[in-house]
């Protein structure tokens, strides 16, 4: 077939996805969601339709316009950040997790060869069975958080702290949401993979400062997560600041960007041992931290599961993280 072909049937399939996006979100009957207005779904079929997606900030916000500015120079951005809601498919819980994807802050890990599935609806599946609402949160990238500049081999952080600014947002419209989606705005926690377990991390510990301006009544509900599960959480200490050696006491200290307290909520990390990616090491140096300001912490360490292990079986020691995960939530009330 030529060329034009292909472009045509192409065409043709975008055309065939639109529309049965358009009949999805019609025949689902959804009310407006306070604090922000309804699209359509995005192309594509995950294994777990979601309920609805949703735009993080209005059109005519700052913050948006300031990021759509701030990466117009790169080709591949996501300009328009947004929450893929999953609902419980048993009796719900009333309780709901935030799930931020991995990509080191330059892409977002969920595409079709993703271990937490297209679109997080394999991670999403999981929590609905367990009658917990999943909100995945497709935040701005790249180099929206501490990321890897491979031209200067540094580490650098953005003048925006876009992705955190869209986790902040997104805690806030759940909450801001909680009755009308059946959730108890006291039932919300963040869970984050890699690039996401850091910004779990970030949101978990920052939420007495918001990273943006509030500009609408959901950004006057508090934005303190409930609980966190940070899984093989990246960026995680002061190698990410550039010291050197790598293997320095210094470099191995905590990540000065992430500032602890008391009033952290109950955190469980998962990791794995062999992790080649984002060492246990930046797990064990964040748990440390939380139990000397006396933090419920829990971290379980797996001899095997290597990096980004998500939520599907590869026959080793960290396919038991989500029954430990489930039963952890189970001891702080969250089930």
């Not at 949703?54 to 591949?76: C, M, T």
């Not at 093989?232 to 500032?259: C, F, W």
């Not at 971290?299 to 993280?321: C, K, M, N, P």
Request: charged residues 20%.
């Amino acid at each position: 077939m030529k060329r034009s072909g292909y472009l045509v049937l192409g065409l043709l399939a975008l055309m065939a996805s639109a529309v049965w996006s358009r009949e999805r979100a019609h025949a689902s009957g959804v009310e407006p969601v306070r604090g922000a207005p309804v699209v359509n779904a995005v192309a594509g079929v995950p294994s777990m339709p979601y309920w609805r997606d949703i735009p993080l900030w209005p059109e005519r916000s700052p913050v948006l316009q300031a990021g759509i500015d701030a990466l117009a120079h790169e080709a591949w951005a996501l300009t328009h950040p947004s929450l893929l809601v999953y609902r419980p498919t048993v009796p719900s819980t009333r309780t709901a997790v935030l799930v931020f994807p991995g990509g080191g802050y330059k892409t977002l890990a969920i595409g079709p060869r993703s271990t937490l599935g297209l679109y997080g609806s394999d991670v999403c599946s999981w929590l609905a069975d367990a009658g917990i609402t999943c909100v995945l949160v497709k935040y701005r990238v790249p180099n929206t958080g501490c990321n890897w500049n491979p031209v200067t081999r540094r580490h650098e952080a953005p003048t925006i702290p876009m992705a955190l600014q869209d986790a902040q947002r997104a805690m806030a419209l759940v909450r801001y949401n909680a009755e009308a989606w059946g959730i108890e705005p006291n039932r919300i926690g963040v869970m984050g993979f890699s690039a996401g377990g850091n910004l779990a991390v970030l949101t978990s510990t920052g939420f007495a400062t918001r990273a943006y301006s509030a500009f609408d009544a959901a950004d006057a509900v508090s934005i303190r997560p409930d609980f966190a599960i940070p899984v093989y959480p990246g960026h995680m200490t002061m190698e990410h600041k550039n010291l050197r050696p790598r293997d320095s006491e210094a470099a191995r200290q905590l990540n000065s960007d992430i500032v602890v307290s008391s009033a952290v909520p109950p955190t469980l990390l998962i990791h794995a041992n062999d992790d080649p990616v984002d060492p246990v090491d930046y797990s064990v140096v964040y748990e440390q931290a939380l139990r000397e300001v006396g933090v419920d912490v829990s971290l379980i360490r797996y001899e095997t599961g290597g990096h980004a292990f998500g939520v599907h079986r590869q026959g080793t020691d960290s396919d038991r993280w989500t029954q430990d995960a489930m039963r952890w939530l189970g001891e702080i009330g969250m089930r």
